[in-house]
């Protein structure tokens, strides 16, 4: 299909995966084996997804590929949530 280097797309999750990168540095230090893992690996996927999908022959294969990085995506915002609340709970 095309190039995921050349996709807008691609670079905003890199720039995302950096931003999830730096802020959970921060993370209390019982999270980082835990909640911090699974981020990485989510935000890290994002991306993974959207490159491997636009290497892939067909709209088809991309486009599920597309909607495995959207799941991630998903996943990061349910678990940013369950760390906000996390850390609400813990003043």
């Known amino acids: ?19 999830v990168y730096t ?15 699974q981020l990485k690996r989510a935000v890290v996927s994002i991306a ?3 490159s491997e999908g636009a290497a892939r022959n067909s709209s088809r294969e991309y486009i599920q590929f597309l909607y495995i990085a ?6 990061i915002e ?3 949530i ?6 609400t709970s813990a003043t």
């Not at 280097?5 to 931003?19: E, N, P, R, T, Y």
């Not at 802020?23 to 230090?29: Q, V, Y």
């Open 1 to 19: 299909m095309h190039g995921h280097k050349g996709l807008d797309v691609w670079h905003k999750s890199i720039d995302f995966a950096v931003q």
């Open 23 to 37: 802020f959970t540095k921060d993370f209390p230090i019982d999270e980082k084996f835990s909640l911090v893992s």
């Open 48 to 50: 993974s997804n959207i």
């Open 70 to 75: 959207l799941g991630s995506a998903s996943e």
């Open 78 to 80: 349910t678990q940013l």
């Open 82 to 87: 369950i760390a906000s609340k996390n850390t």
